[in-house]
Structures are given as C-alpha cells and as structure tokens.
C-alpha cells in the first residue's frame, strides 16, 4: 500500500461556522495505482487532494491519519509536512497554467527553487530534459519566460517540475479541465506514461470528468458532499455500480449509439446539500430514490467484495 | 524595437506641444496684468506712467496680437530664452530657475528615494506578520493621509519655537552670503533638515501601504501557492513577491521623480525654502507670465523625461513588456 487514509476529517473555518468539506474519509491507494477521485464541484475533491499536501487556514484538520509508504505523514503540521512536499508527494495544481513566477526564466525559477530545497540543479538538469523530451516540449523552454508558452505547454512544465524528484503520490487537480478534448487526451497519457516510467508511484487523478478516467485510471472513488461514497476498480464503476449516486452519475453520461434526440439525457434532480450544516446521515438521501428510514444514520465506508467500497445501507446489505 | 521607440516618442512629442500651448494660455487668462505691478511698485506718477508702460509693453512684447505672441513664444523657446522675469525685473527667467532648481533637487531627490527605499522594504516586512500590520498599516494611513503643509507647520513649532533646534525659515540664514566656508554649508543643512522631514514622512506612508498591498496581492498568487506546496521556504517565496510587486513601485517613484523639479509647494511655502515651488507661488502673486511659463515647462519637461526612462526601465525589468514588444515588431 503506498498511501492510507484513515477518517480524515477536514473543515473549512468560515465566520457563519465551520463547512464540513472532507468527513471520515478512509481509503487506500496501491503502488502503481492511478486513481480517479471524481464528483461533482463543491464535493470536497480538492480539499481531500489539498489536505494530503498543503492543509493551511481556512482549512481546518479535525481527525485523521494518514500513511505514505508505511511512513506518517504530519498533515496538520504545515512546517513539518515540508521535508515531505515535492520529494515525497506532490501536486499538479487546478491553475498550473499561472504557477509559475512570470518575471523568471523558468530555468533559473528551477534550480532557485531545487537550491532552496538543497538540491543540485546541474545534477539533475540531465533528468530534466529527458522529462521535457517525454512531454515533447524543446530543451530552450529553460531559457523562456512562462508568458512566452502556451498554456498546455505551461501546464507540461509544471506536470515535469512536480514529478522531477520521483514521488510517491501525485495529485493532479482537474489538470485536465481548461483543456479541449484532444489536448485532454494527451496530457492524461502524459500522466500514464510518467507513472509507466516510475517518475512517481501512484497517482490520484481529481476531475468532475468520469469519461476521461475511463481512459486512465486504474480505480474510480466518488464523492458526494464531503463523504466518499463508492470506490471500485474502473471496469466496476462503469459497468455495474452500486452506490445510487454513482449509478445516476454513470447514466447521465452520453453513450455511443444511442441518439440522445430520441432519448433525452437525464440528470440527477436536486442539488447537493449546503455542507455549512450539512443533515445527518446519508447526505444523498433527498436526491435518493432507494432512501429508506435507516438512511438517517451515516452509512459505514466498507469494503463488499474485494476492493470494492460501498457507503449505503439499502445496496450494501445484501453483502452485510 | 525601434518601431516601438518611434511611436513613443512621437506621443511624448505631441504631450509635449499640447500641454507647452496650455503652460503659454494659463498665464495669459489670469485677470490683471503684469505691467501695472511693474509700474505701481516704480511708484511713477502722471505723463511718466503712459511713457512706462507702453516702454514695458513693447519690451515684453505684449503689444502684438496674442497669435503673434504665440508664434514668438515658441521661436524663442527654441532658441532657449524663456524671456525676463517681470518680478524680478531685468533677470532672465532661465537664471532665476537655475538658481532654484538646486535646492529642489537636494531636498526632493534624498526625501523621495530615502522614503521610497525604506517605504517598500518596511510595507514588504508589515506584510509578513499580522501583528505588524495591525499596528503599523494605520499609523501610515495616517502618515499618508497628512498634508505636507500641516505637518510642516506641526515640525517648524515643534522644532523652531519649542524647542528651537532649527531655524524657521529660508535656504541658508539671511545672515550669510552664499559661499563655500563650512559655516554656510552648515547653515544649508541646518535649514534642510525640516522641509526634509516633512516630505520624508508624508511620503514613507505612502510608498509603505502600497508595497504592502501589493506584497500581499503577490503572496496570494498562484504561483506563490505552488511554491508553498512544493515545500520551498518563505525566504524565497517572499523574494520572488518582492520582486513582482516592486514594479508598479517603481512607476510610481519614476512619475515622483519627474515631479521634483516642480519642487513641493505647500512645504517650500511654510518654510520658505527657495525652491521653484517658492517660485511658482512668487510668480502667481505678481503676475508674471514668462517666470510662471518657464517653471511650468520645466516641470513639463520633468515628468515626460522621467516618464521615457520609466518606459525604458520597464523594458529592462520586465520580461512581460520585452514579449509583447518584440510581438508587436514581429
């Protein structure tokens, strides 16, 4: 197991109270395991990827653990997580199109970045031009400023900064979502190729795109206002999911062959539930066509077959 | 590049002609006319004042129609004669500026660069802590929000009546002829130190909010963001804020830079400090056209010189401005 996440509990601190954006989040990612992490937007994706790397004000850690390698990692410290950022886990930010600073050469804001962190540019610039010749970008990129890229380009030097020293775990945050089809396409097998390649060892892919994960990943794990509600490998979620939630998600998709002028697309009515005071129990339970009485109380993460993991109380109970 | 110099310097041109034809036009608006100044002060009586004053009026060319004034007033600005002060009949206009301007530049020139140095470095430091900016961000609201002549006035009791440390007013003291002893240079510094203060002090607060709210706006910024996620230590995030954040500082000090040769008005008034803003204000009061012409067009000339260097120093700092112009030319 690379990564282990037990309950990990993350709040947003707002003058109106405390959101709860990531509640008893517990999953595991294997070595070499891309994973989707997909869900509509304000469903705590991103704080879930934030809170493993860069957990600071206004977020706010309530409980959890988490293990990289065996090893734990100190989330609620922002000091003590520094040792571990970029050479253990890293991100591919949601803006990597801005990140990086426009008024220096983006060789030179490398190594000053690589020498703050105590480490040899020069021995590692050989590393760094294979990466850009894997991303297809020239080696003279070093000597250009980010303003004279373009935005994809941009957002491949940051995919090679963020991987340069082999990590563990990848978060990469709706690095695909600025992006049109075909472009999308090559940066999520840029993403297989460097996992392929050992630049780092699993990956964690947040998007609201599930088409996409279909073509990369290795797992699916679905959010739902703050809780995890189904996780199972690619092939489970797509052809036969469980959790209503994901079934619904899955329909809405369009498919091949069927003419949507006949067949209206349909979409799940409703909206989530402000997270502000979030209601007990099953938080889908007034989108749920299945809820039942026992949906008051927050259904269990659990494990139903092999590798597959299931919050909710109707279909879970035949495994039960 | 060189399309992009050309264009430039065919708008400051333009600048140039529009705003030295309002600097002819403003003194020529004002009521009264200089003349009568001139004669009342000779204290002239009868047929004498009739024979004076068509005398001056031609000497001055005010006899002509106003568009032939206009004309002569460009053929001699190019041949660099400003014309005679009224006031300070028979000095060259150009003499009495040249004996202003050094004391604008050696109070104007340290008072800016010091309160911009220590203004950027000291908002850049209220940025990192938020205690510091709690209790320091409103003294300089404060600071800025001061107009120099009441502060001048509050530092000339304060340091002249009360505690009498140093003199009130002038450039040096009206004991002294100007010369190069160590006595008089003293007596320059001595009278230097309060306009100094005052225009240092109104103006640290300025440059110090800013930077700070720029050092701020930079530190949120993505790129910081990442910077923190990749683990990399606040020394060098808070440099590369620095740096960014500097460049709108440096507009800003550019354009101030081109306004010193205007000198500071209301402080050059209360301390009656020599300066062209001493002069601007002596000019007004005795209706003199040709010394109001020529301190304006120095100032003119000011900040479209310091405006072109600024446009130039930009291209240096900034690699942004460097792309889009080499885009432009492509």
């Known amino acids: ?10 709040y947003y601190q707002t003058l109106r109270g405390e959101v709860h954006s990531l509640e008893h989040a517990n999953f595991n990612l294997g070595d070499g395991e891309i994973m989707g992490l997909a869900g509509e937007s304000g469903c705590g994706k991103t704080t879930l990827g934030n809170s493993l790397i860069y957990l600071a004000p206004p977020m ?3 409980e959890g653990q988490v293990a990289l390698d065996g090893e734990e990692l100190p989330v609620w410290d922002i000091e003590r997580m520094n040792e571990f950022r970029f050479k253990k886990i890293s991100i591919i ?3 990597a199109m801005n ?3 426009p008024t220096r050469k983006i060789g030179k804001m490398i190594s000053e970045l690589l020498q703050s962190r105590k480490i040899n540019y020069k021995e590692l610039l050989s590393v760094i031009k294979e990466r850009l010749d894997k991303v297809k970008l020239p080696h003279d990129v070093l000597n250009m400023y980010p303003i004279e890229l373009s935005g994809g380009m941009k957002q491949r030097i940051v995919m090679v900064l963020s991987t340069l020293l082999n990590p563990s775990l990848l978060i990469a945050d709706e690095i695909t979502s600025a992006l049109d089809v075909s472009t999308q396409k090559s940066v999520a097998e840029m993403i297989v190729k460097f996992r392929d390649c050992g630049c780092m060892k699993s990956v964690i892919f947040i998007t609201h795109d599930v088409s996409i994960l279909y073509q990369i990943a290795d797992s699916i794990m679905i959010m739902y206002a703050g809780q995890l509600s189904e996780k199972a490998s690619k092939e489970t979620i797509i052809h036969s999911p469980l959790h209503p939630y994901t079934k619904l998600l899955i329909s809405s998709l369009p498919k091949v062959g069927v003419k949507h002028s006949e067949k209206k697309l349909t979409g799940i009515p409703g909206t989530p539930p402000l997270l502000l005071n979030p209601p007990v129990g099953c938080r889908f339970r007034d989108r749920c066509p299945l809820a039942f009485e026992k949906c008051l109380e927050t259904p269990p993460f659990v494990e139903i077959e092999q590798g597959h993991f299931l919050a909710c109380w109707k279909e879970g109970a035949p495994y039960a | ?14 600048t140039f002609f529009v705003a030295v034809t309002l600097d002819w036009c403003i003194p020529r608006f004002m009521p009264g006319n200089p003349i009568d100044i001139l004669i009342s002060r000779a204290g002239l009586r009868g047929s004498a004042v009739q024979t004076m004053y068509d005398y001056y009026t031609r000497v001055f060319g005010l006899d002509q129609p106003i568009w032939k004034q206009y004309l002569n007033f460009w053929a001699s600005l190019f041949k660099g004669d400003l014309g005679i002060s009224i006031y300070l009949f028979p000095t060259p206009v150009s003499k009495v500026i040249a004996g202003a301007v050094p004391y604008d530049l050696f109070l104007l020139i340290p008072s800016t660069l010091l309160s911009w140095i220590i203004g950027n470095n000291f908002g850049a430091f209220a940025a990192r802590s938020k205690q510091l900016d709690n209790t320091l961000l409103p003294f300089s609201y404060i600071l800025s929000a001061t107009p120099y002549m009441w502060l001048g006035i509050i530092l000339a009791w304060a340091f002249c009546i009360v505690f009498r440390i140093f003199p009130l ?3 040096y003291s009206f004991a002294m002829k100007p010369n190069l002893s160590f006595a008089f240079i003293g007596s320059l510094l001595s009278h230097w130190v309060l306009p100094f203060l005052s225009l240092f002090i109104v103006q640290l607060g300025g440059w110090a909010i800013g930077m700070r709210n720029m050092i701020i706006y930079e530190l949120e910024s993505d790129y910081s963001h990442y910077l923190k996620t990749l683990g990399s230590p606040n020394r060098l995030i808070r440099k590369y804020a620095f740096n960014n954040a500097i460049l709108p500082q440096i507009t800003g000090l550019a354009l101030k830079l081109g306004e010193v040769v205007a000198g500071a008005l209301a402080t050059e008034v209360v301390f009656a400090y020599p300066g062209i803003g001493y002069l601007i204000l002596q000019a007004i009061h005795n209706e003199d056209y040709f010394l109001l012409q020529g301190c304006f067009l120095f100032i003119i000339i000011g ?16 690699p942004r401005m460097r792309a889009g ?3 432009e030319t492509a």
């Open chain 2, 303 to 318: 900040v479209l010189a310091a405006n072109f260097i600024i446009d130039i120093v930009y291209l240096l700092v900034d």
């Open chain 1, 99 to 101: 990140a990086m600073n």
């Open chain 1, 1 to 10: 197991m690379s990564l282990q996440v037990e309950n990990l509990t993350v």
């Open chain 2, 1 to 14: 590049m060189g399309r992009y110099f050309r264009r430039k310097l065919l708008i400051y041109l333009l």
């Open chain 1, 93 to 95: 930010p949601q803006y």
């Open chain 2, 325 to 327: 112009m080499q885009g």
């Open chain 2, 169 to 171: 007013a002038g450039g």
């Open chain 1, 60 to 62: 706010k850690f309530i």
